[in-house]
């Protein structure tokens, strides 16, 4: 797939220029009705936050979370607020339940245009602690699941007018992880595969780029504990934790057709907490 030719920009619809969306407003431009996306880890925390914001803008959402009852709850949850979705639980460390929901995308809806690999594994060990396990549970659901994720769907989003994927990183992919460098590690790597998605891809018509979040009240960051929230609440310009809900603007951006000329980017959302560093 990576050698296939590129389309050709002066003929191929999906790069003609959009002057007609600015023109209708902004509300046009971040529109995606008739989308489907996927939000991986979309049952909790800032992937359930995307669901109900690409939801609100009209995309059918496909919610994949470990667990059935997560993945339903958070399926009602953007229903009752007037959206569609449906719940594909999904193990990212199992490549065989990768597969199981892309398939069962297709089967539903029939197509992909956005994907959002927002599902991660935040184990932390001291380095000297690390065992080849914990190697293994940590990069399989933070760096091959969504790597090999983008690759089954990559046949749907070449089909698509409006392909992008979200790879949702961390600003642990910045700085020095201590006893979260695996963790780290494995968002600077989906970061680097971020960047080459791009520039294999883009000139095919689907925009790769990537969102790190900085400390987010989620479960994650929760169970750090009050003293580590505490400590982190600080370290931003801003000075307090982020809410889920603050990361959906850079994704509704990304996913957009407001977002129709970036590719290959970061965009950190952090409340300034990597400048400082």
Same mark, same amino acid.
């Given at each position: 797939?990576?050698?296939?030719?590129?389309?050709?920009?002066?003929?191929?619809?999906?790069?003609?220029?959009?002057?007609?969306?600015?023109?209708?407003?902004?509300?046009?431009?971040?529109?995606?009705?008739?989308?489907?996306?996927?939000?991986?880890?979309?049952?909790?925390?800032?992937?359930?936050?995307?669901?109900?914001?690409?939801?609100?803008?009209?995309?059918?959402?496909?919610?994949?979370?470990?667990?059935?009852?997560?993945?339903?709850?958070?399926?009602?949850?953007?229903?009752?607020?007037?959206?569609?979705?449906?719940?594909?639980?999904?193990?990212?460390?199992?490549?065989?339940?990768?597969?199981?929901?892309?398939?069962?995308?297709?089967?539903?809806? +029939?197509?992909? @245009?956005? &994907? $959002?690999?927002? %599902?991660?594994?935040?184990?932390?060990?001291?380095?000297?602690? /690390? !065992?080849?396990?914990?190697?293994?549970?940590?990069?399989?659901?933070?760096?091959?699941?969504?790597?090999?994720?983008?690759?089954?769907?990559?046949?749907?989003?070449?089909?698509?007018?409006?392909?992008?994927?979200?790879?949702?990183?961390?600003?642990?992919?910045?700085?020095?992880?201590?006893?979260?460098?695996?963790?780290?590690?494995?968002?600077?790597?989906?970061?680097?595969?971020?960047?080459?998605?791009?520039?294999?891809?883009?000139?095919?018509?689907?925009?790769?780029?990537?969102?790190?979040?900085?400390?987010?009240?989620?479960?994650?960051?929760?169970?750090?504990?009050?003293?580590?929230?505490?400590?982190?609440?600080?370290?931003?310009?801003?000075?307090?934790? +982020?809410?889920? @809900?603050? &990361? $959906?603007?850079? %994704?509704?951006?990304?996913?957009?057709?407001?977002?129709?000329? /970036? !590719?290959?980017?970061?965009?950190?959302?952090?409340?300034?907490?990597?400048?400082?560093?």
């Amino acid at each position: 797939m990576a050698d296939s030719p590129a389309a050709d920009p002066t003929t191929d619809p999906k790069f003609a220029p959009r002057p007609d969306s600015a023109s209708l407003g902004a509300a046009t431009m971040f529109d995606l009705s008739g989308r489907v996306a996927i939000v991986t880890g979309g049952s909790r925390g800032i992937g359930l936050s995307i669901a109900h914001g690409f939801a609100a803008q009209g995309a059918k959402v496909v919610v994949a979370s470990r667990k059935a009852d997560a993945c339903d709850a958070a399926v009602t949850e953007v229903a009752e607020a007037g959206g569609e979705a449906v719940a594909v639980p999904t193990h990212m460390g199992d490549l065989d339940s990768v597969s199981r929901l892309v398939d069962a995308t297709l089967e539903h809806y +029939g197509q992909i @245009d956005i &994907l $959002v690999n927002n %599902a991660a594994n935040p184990l932390g060990l001291p380095m000297e602690d /690390i !065992t080849p396990e914990a190697w293994e549970s940590s990069f399989s659901v933070n760096l091959r699941g969504p790597f090999f994720l983008f690759q089954r769907c990559l046949p749907s989003l070449l089909e698509s007018d409006h392909a992008s994927v979200i790879n949702v990183i961390s600003v642990g992919a910045f700085i020095a992880g201590g006893n979260t460098s695996m963790y780290s590690a494995a968002k600077a790597g989906l970061l680097s595969f971020t960047r080459s998605m791009a520039g294999v891809f883009s000139p095919q018509g689907v925009r790769v780029n990537a969102i790190a979040p900085g400390t987010v009240d989620t479960t994650m960051t929760r169970n750090s504990g009050p003293e580590a929230m505490g400590r982190m609440s600080v370290l931003s310009y801003i000075g307090r934790i +982020g809410h889920p @809900d603050e &990361l $959906v603007g850079a %994704a509704l951006l990304l996913a957009s057709d407001a977002g129709s000329y /970036i !590719t290959g980017q970061c965009i950190i959302v952090d409340g300034g907490f990597v400048p400082p560093r």
